[in-house]
């Protein structure tokens, strides 16, 4: 059974929010569009998105980590919000996982949103009715574009390359290769939603230096044979024989 | 979806290539229109720039392109109206066109500097540029001068380019990377690109900045820096790394001018020159190879690159006439003898154990890891390489560095740091983009006096350029500026982008001269492009006594209705990125990889909305009206159709088949970087990706200033005019002619008497590191912080808050500060707070940060907004809540003994000195208003602007039918 | 959480149809075990059903209110019967229209005076009495299918457990008990007694449950953490910027947007207008059948159950608001 799923790499996320507007706009003019702004040109401008990228310092000066931290819906396994839905507007595909709502079934009721422990979903304040990211259904499977660009409109963006795409089941897939070798984890484990997207932690390289690397035979300086005065005093030299 | 969408989405779809100009960054992008209207932006995966990526800004081209912030048809000033009142009247072209030409016309016949024009981010440099010195007034610059000139002027004069546009670190190849005051904006998709790669592949990347965001958030090791105190960090790295012998002697020796002997000789008029052994037969703008090292094994002068030789690179030695002599590394190593790491751990708040281990760190990976490609090569003198090898060490640094006034000597210290590591134009190191390298410096020039500037007549010289030496200053016979912005000047001898941000403040008080007509491209200059904001509005709108306005006309070519518009006599409505031809030049600034060299083209997508004109179009009409030369026949006819024709057919000299695009030249296309007009070049730039590439056979692209093969055809395809080498001026022979002047000791020009120490002081052949000047003009103890702006990756400058979509993301901001440095002074976190500097005091609202070093407040630069501006509703956030720092930043320096008006600058460069403010915050009180301080009266909508929607629901294809 | 009206109408609203038919319901269970006088079934039951069935009815109108748009009641609302298998939500929307035509079965009965023999005993009014039982099954069904909506959303910890199943019957309940009470102070006051005792009895058992709930709930140790949010382990985590600045639903809906002071002085008001106002009153009013101390115990409990269904949301802590936490 697949399962498409986002793997996040904060390790190379530098919160640029390329993933916020690409999502947006390739949403606002398919199927799940169009995307509402409200006040866009006045005070409070609000809208909605189905990807936010946020930031979190971690740590404290001067061992201060800046995170930034894409989220989006996470297409949980075990999704809190698909049996709340009293009208089934809100689904899991049993064939890739992904979880969707059917605009035209949903009735604005906004439980599925009270469900989500990770604040994925956003009424359309205009529809009213409920939104969230659909991994791009409407291109990853539309055979008018070329295979590469198969892609959520977020991962083809991303200049990071921060964002990977894939099937987290299939356990040779580019994700479940990085989940398994570079640490993936989900989000709030502890209520058991399984939530498909993952995200690789920071990782740090550092150097070792060794003291013989500082003192070594081939130092440049050694060819700069500063000339040295001769010694006017007398010498041990000047008195063995 | 609605069936109204429904059937939208039936529209016609057509997709078509262009390059963005969401930033500067000049992707490739792919637009796909339904209907018409923009469906979806998305990254070219055929472009080298950025590889099918976009960001943030570029994914939001719809919303700029559909703002209610456009303008859309040509404005006057109402009659009796003040200027910032923004009360305008729609006038058709004709009548725009009318004006002008009969103002610009007599300008021309009369004095030509009394035109002034300066332009912002407008990547069209080659053609504003060539307009005004046919024109004949030397008052032209782009907005270098007040973004990153002394990264540009820093690194040119001394390795022959620079980064960004010019070359950047290989992060391919790199194993180490340090980047040092970077702020987001530079450069865009492609170092994001190469930041992922390069940890991905485990290189170790260290940020050192004031502040942690963006880039900075992700490197391995942050190392937190005082503002300006750049210069000390990297004097004290090369202290360590001379210290310890990690440098690559073989480099320098070979490369750069370390081993050249200078003469010490005080009495002597070449004092602090090299001693040369023979006057070249020809002169240019080119390192004649004609200076001495000592000879380890003769132990005597050598003429440089003799085979075999192997000189000293330390020591004191004296020739056979007497006269001492040392190599110039000698000289660096004693400038750097005092810059110990405890000295700049003092300075730069940055302990001496980690500078001593990141000079250890860059010393031993640049020893150790050594790369050797199996490419072969042959240099300059001749020598056959069969590798080409490379120490992976690279650098990246913009504005943290460059808008300091002490940047200049900054810049040159880190690239020569970046030299002595040996790695300039090698693998795994810095490496340039066509056209550059080029000489040191350039070969442009100005003109160099009064005299130059002729009513009628085109300018006799570049109204940019690179002096080397006195006697390239365009200044009278007084030594007295012969520009309005005084570059070239005494004042800033190596001005070589201008001083844009002197221009309005030099023309109201008339200093060097008054003028008559300022004409504004794409610049800010009321607001975020402006130091000392509020009263440069004034100046604007002064009046002399006879109630004529002290800057008499006032023009303003913008896209949108920003902040500038309200001052401008005359509005010209710019088109927007998607509706224009435009070239990213090899003339100008291309987009060239490190394989070789790169352009690019922007064709239209949509129609010009309204009455829009690309400013290229104005320039060319106004160009063939007024009759100058490149653009008129010469039976005085109108040469050249519009701007795509123009580009097409124009030549840089009759027949030299170079002109502004390098792609499908000849006849028929078949020829590249030089060759005949080709009719159709347009077409075939649009058949491939808008973009033109042509990659240098790998010989040729590594070492560039000493590779024979690469030098000889970057000459022979109008690169550059010699194919001499380009060494590394380690120590700077330019800067120490202007210092021999400033000490009288030569007979060329002379600077004014009160400018003669600054000269002395500050053209110091080898860097050193001072205190930024406004900062020595301060009281430290009652301005005890220092102030600096960082710019979002989702928000260019000022010209995304009428983006109804990156708005929702940087809506207003914070000033963010330490918490103990806020809790110091009383200031609650997301409370009303004043931030205050000598000249002036902004109320913004604080924001606690760990990522910041307490000695340093900072704010994202530009999203604070005057009330109306931008089509936004005068409630907008970035009006009530948003805040622009400039108000505390001074345009002058406070009057000293150098002068009375110094710009705010570097004293090199004329690089403003943004960064050098020094700041005290306290919190505002409890009964104070709420909003950000100063507020401005807001400005209305002027005529052709859009309606402001209560919403939007935007759906390409029926959008415009349909919405608020 | 941010409270919804629409919500807070609907639940207190059906809260008292489901308690007040409840009572009638009890009153002429104790007639048919002869432990009561019997009632007549116009002037009491259908009256007392018909106060019931508006309550319902309301609650249901409420309920429109939460729907994205009204529109959708007439396009799209009948698909929120579909998913009674897996949502509570859903079985709530079954069972609210389900007890209403129940009730309105009850008293139409009772209205038309049906009567038919049906177990061959000699009790009256069986046909309304087995239509009654079921209606009651319907009543807790729907006390507990309303009250899971929210006790059935594990991570929002405050109503994650079986107190809130309690506390929704019991304050429906007294709620209903106490309407009856002074029904019967206008209809039958010789029912006073029966009807306030009730309202006393379950007005202390909510009282008791309620104040359970308070306490755990000012015990919580909320299990997701800033930590688990991000996936990040330090002990010093700060939120700098949300994504956004103008607000998005996630700072509209999930918080209250009050104080913390202001949330308390609803704590207050509730537990005074719901438990002590109406118990002095349902005391003294026993006593001296007076219709209005006993109208007066009624209004205060419904008005206290406002601001109690106002706090019920706005304690509630959503892990989401860790990652929004309007900065």
Redesign the interface.
Request: with cysteine; charged share 25%; glycine share 8%.
């Given at each position: 059974m697949t399962q498409l799923a986002l793997v996040i790499d904060l390790n190379v996320c530098v919160g640029c929010h390329a993933c916020v507007t690409s999502c947006k706009q390739w949403n606002t003019s398919g199927p799940a569009g169009p995307m509402f702004d409200d006040n866009p040109f006045s005070k409070d401008p609000t809208g909605t998105f189905f990807n936010r990228v946020q930031t979190y310092e971690v740590g404290e000066f001067p061992t201060t980590e800046t995170v930034h931290f894409p989220k989006s819906c996470l297409h949980c396994e075990d999704a809190p919000c698909v049996p709340v839905c009293p009208t089934g507007a809100s689904h899991k595909r049993a064939e890739d996982g992904i979880v969707l709502v059917d605009y035209d079934k949903c009735i604005g009721c906004k439980y599925c949103s009270w469900a989500c422990p990770y604040g994925a979903r956003e009424l359309d304040e205009y529809q009213k009715v409920m939104k969230k990211c659909t991994l791009c259904v409407d291109r990853i499977y539309d055979e008018v574009l070329p295979e590469s660009e198969r892609k959520p409109a977020c991962v083809l963006a991303c200049p990071t390359s921060a964002r990977l795409f894939g099937d987290v089941h299939n356990p040779d897939s580019e994700v479940s290769v990085a989940i398994r070798e570079q640490g993936g984890y989900q989000l709030m484990p502890e209520w058991g939603t399984k939530p498909a997207n993952h995200y690789l932690p920071r990782r740090k390289t550092r150097k070792t230096i060794h003291e013989d690397e500082l003192v070594r035979s081939d130092n440049p300086l050694k060819k700069e044979d500063i000339r040295h005065e001769t010694s006017k005093e007398v010498t041990l030299d000047d008195w063995l024989m | 979806?609605s069936d109204k969408?429904k059937s939208a989405t039936e529209g016609r779809t057509e997709v078509k290539n262009t390059t963005c100009y969401m930033c500067a960054c000049r992707c490739g992008i792919r637009v796909t229109t339904?209907g018409g209207e923009v469906?979806?932006?998305?990254?070219n995966?055929d472009h080298p720039l950025?590889k099918?990526?976009?960001?943030?800004?570029?994914?939001?081209g719809?919303m700029k392109q559909y703002s209610?912030a456009r303008l859309t048809r040509p404005l006057k000033r109402k009659p009796g109206t003040d200027r910032g009142d923004a009360q305008f009247e729609p006038i058709s072209w004709d009548e725009a066109y009318g004006i002008l030409e009969e103002r610009l016309a007599h300008i021309r016949e009369t004095d030509p500097k009394k035109f002034a024009l300066f332009t912002g981010r407008d990547q069209m440099q080659a053609l504003t540029g060539l307009f005004a010195k046919n024109f004949g007034t030397p008052n032209y610059a782009a907005h270098g001068g007040f973004c990153s000139v002394n990264m540009a002027a820093g690194m040119i004069y001394t390795i022959g380019g620079s980064f960004w546009e010019f070359g950047g670190p290989d992060l391919d190849r790199a194993k180490?990377f340090v980047m040092i005051g970077t702020a987001?904006d530079h450069h865009?998709?492609p170092m994001?690109?190469a930041?992922?790669k390069f940890?991905?592949n485990?290189?170790?990347?260290i940020s050192v900045n004031p502040v942690?965001?963006?880039?900075?958030?992700?490197a391995?090791e942050?190392v937190?820096i005082k503002p300006g105190t750049d210069g000390a960090l990297m004097l004290a790295l090369t202290h360590e790394i001379i210290k310890?012998?990690?440098?690559d002697?073989e480099f320098l020796i070979q490369y750069s001018n370390a081993a050249e002997l200078v003469n010490l000789n005080e009495e002597s008029p070449e004092h602090g020159m090299f001693v040369r052994f023979e006057v070249p037969p020809e002169e240019g703008c080119f390192d004649p190879q004609n200076k001495l090292w000592w000879d380890?094994e003769l132990n005597k002068p050598i003429s440089t690159h003799t085979p075999g030789a192997?000189p000293?690179?330390?020591?004191d030695f004296r020739l056979s006439d007497g006269t001492p002599v040392k190599p110039s590394f000698q000289l660096l190593k004693e400038r750097v003898e005092e810059y110990t790491p405890e000295w700049a751990a003092d300075i730069t708040g940055i302990p001496a154990e980690t500078i001593r281990?990141l000079a250890?760190?860059m010393g031993?990976?640049a020893r150790?890891e050594k790369i050797e490609l199996p490419i072969a090569w042959t240099d300059t003198w001749g020598n056959e390489h069969k590798s080409v090898t490379g120490n992976p060490v690279a650098f990246h640094a913009m504005r943290g560095l460059a808008a300091h006034s002490n940047g200049f000597h900054t810049i040159r210290a880190m690239s020569i740091l970046m030299s002595i590591l040996g790695t300039i134009d090698r693998p795994g190191g810095f490496r340039h983009k066509a056209p550059f390298p080029r000489p040191i410096p350039p070969c442009p020039k100005t003109p160099r006096g009064p005299e130059d500037v002729r009513a009628g007549e085109p300018l006799n010289g570049m109204p940019l350029g690179w002096p080397a030496d006195p006697d390239d200053l365009f200044v009278d016979d007084k030594g007295q500026p012969v520009r309005i912005d005084k570059a070239f000047s005494w004042e800033h001898p190596l001005s070589v982008h201008g001083l844009m941000h002197n221009v309005i403040t030099n023309a109201w008080r008339g200093d060097p001269y008054s003028i008559d007509t300022l004409l504004i491209f794409m610049s800010n200059m009321s607001w975020n492009s402006s130091m000392n904001t509020d009263k440069v509005r004034k100046m604007l709108n002064d009046k002399d006594e006879n109630g004529e306005y002290k800057i008499p006309f006032l023009i303003v070519a913008d896209a949108f209705q920003s902040e500038m518009v309200a001052y401008a006599d005359l509005v010209l409505p710019d088109t927007s990125y998607l509706e224009r031809h435009d070239v990213m030049s090899m003339l100008d600034r291309p987009i060239s990889e490190f394989e070789g060299p790169v352009d690019s083209v922007r064709i239209p997508v949509v129609p010009p909305k309204g009455e829009c004109k690309p400013f290229q179009e104005v320039l060319i009409e106004l160009g063939s009206r007024l009759k100058l030369p490149p653009f008129t026949h010469e039976d005085g006819s109108r040469k050249f159709r519009d701007y795509p024709d123009f580009i097409t057919n124009f030549e840089t000299a009759p027949g030299s088949g170079i002109g502004f695009l390098a792609g499908w030249r000849g006849k028929g296309g078949e020829k590249s970087i030089r060759g005949e007009p080709n009719p159709n070049q347009w077409e075939m730039y649009a058949k491939n990706n808008c973009v033109f590439q042509h990659e240098l056979p790998k010989s040729y692209q590594y070492m560039r200033n000493w590779n024979q093969g690469y030098l000889q055809w970057a000459q022979e395809h109008g690169m550059t005019r010699y194919a001499e080498p380009i060494n590394v001026h380690i120590y700077s022979e330019v800067l120490q002619k202007f210092r021999l002047a400033a000490q009288g000791k030569t007979q060329g020009k002379q600077p004014p008497d009160n400018l003669r120490r600054r000269i002395d002081l500050f053209f110091d052949p080898l860097p050193f590191y001072f205190e930024p000047l406004e900062s020595q003009l301060s009281d430290k103890q009652a301005y005890p912080l220092n102030a600096i702006t960082q710019r979002p990756?989702?928000m260019y400058h000022s010209w995304d808050s009428?983006n109804?979509?990156?708005?929702?993301?940087?809506?207003?901001n914070f000033l963010h500060l330490?918490p103990k440095t806020a809790e110091a002074a009383g200031i609650q976190d997301g409370g009303w707070m004043w931030v205050e500097s000598m000249h002036g005091q902004v109320r913004c609202m604080a924001?606690?940060?760990?990522?910041?070093?307490?000695g340093t407040v900072w704010t994202w630069n530009a999203i604070g907004k005057a009330a109306g501006a931008w089509?936004?509703?005068a409630?907008?956030?970035e009006a009530?809540q948003g805040f622009l720092l400039n108000h505390v930043i001074a345009e002058e320096l406070p009057a000293h003994d150098a002068g009375k008006h110094l710009s705010n600058s570097d004293p090199v460069t004329g690089q403003a000195g943004w960064y050098d403010v020094r700041v005290r915050v306290y919190p505002a009180g409890p009964d104070e208003e709420q909003v950000s301080w100063p507020q401005f009266k807001p400005m209305p909508q002027v005529p052709g602007t859009g309606e402001?929607?209560?919403?939007?629901?935007?759906?390409?294809?029926m959008f415009e039918k349909k919405s608020g | 959480m941010h409270p919804a009206f629409s919500v807070i109408f609907l639940t207190t609203f059906i809260g008292v149809g489901q308690g007040l038919f409840l009572a009638l319901f009890t009153l002429q269970s104790y007639s048919a075990l002869e432990l009561l006088p019997v009632q007549d079934s116009r002037e009491f039951f259908a009256a007392g059903s018909f106060l019931a069935l508006l309550f319902l009815v309301a609650g249901l109108g409420a309920s429109v209110f939460h729907l994205g748009k009204p529109s959708f009641v007439i396009t799209r609302a009948w698909r929120a019967a579909s998913q009674w298998r897996t949502s509570w939500l859903s079985r709530e929307i079954v069972f609210i229209p389900a007890v209403i035509a129940l009730v309105f079965l009850y008293g139409l009965l009772h209205y038309l005076g049906w009567e038919a023999n049906l177990f061959d005993v000699d009790i009256a009014g069986q046909l309304t009495l087995v239509i009654g039982t079921v209606t009651t099954l319907f009543v807790f069904a729907l006390f507990v299918s309303t009250a899971m909506i929210y006790a059935a959303i594990k991570f929002l910890q405050e109503w994650a457990s079986p107190l809130t199943v309690l506390n929704y019957t019991l304050l429906g309940i007294a709620s209903g008990f106490t309407l009856a009470t002074a029904f019967a102070a206008w209809e039958a006051p010789i029912l006073v007694n029966f009807f306030g005792g009730w309202a006393i009895l379950f007005t202390l058992a909510a009282l008791g449950t309620r104040t359970a709930s308070l306490i755990r709930n000012a015990r919580i140790k909320h299990k997701s953490t800033l930590q688990t949010a991000i996936g990040v382990r330090h002990s010093h985590i700060e939120q700098k910027a949300m994504g956004m600045m103008g607000g998005s639903f996630n700072t509209r809906e999930y918080f209250h947007g009050k104080t913390a002071a202001f949330l308390k002085s609803v704590k207050w008001i509730f537990l005074v207008l719901v438990f002590a106002i109406p118990l002095v009153l349902l005391a003294i009013g026993i006593g001296t059948d007076s219709l209005g101390l006993l109208a007066g115990a009624f209004v205060s409990q419904y008005l206290g159950l406002l601001f109690e269904r106002w706090y019920f949301f706005a304690q509630a802590n959503h892990p989401q608001n860790l990652y929004y936490q309007t900065i």
């Open positions: - | 979806m969408a339904r469906r979806y932006i998305q990254g995966p950025n099918g990526v976009i960001c943030a800004k570029g994914s939001s719809i209610p180490l987001e865009s998709n994001k690109m930041l992922s940890k991905r485990g290189g170790r990347f942690r965001t963006g880039y900075s958030a992700i391995d942050w937190p310890t012998g990690l440098y002697r380890r192997d000293y690179l330390l020591g281990r250890h760190e031993i990976t150790d990756m989702a009428q109804a979509w990156l708005r929702q993301i940087h809506t207003y330490h924001r606690y940060s760990e990522a910041v070093e307490p089509n936004l509703d409630k907008a956030n009530q402001r929607r209560p919403w939007l629901n935007y759906f390409a294809g | -």
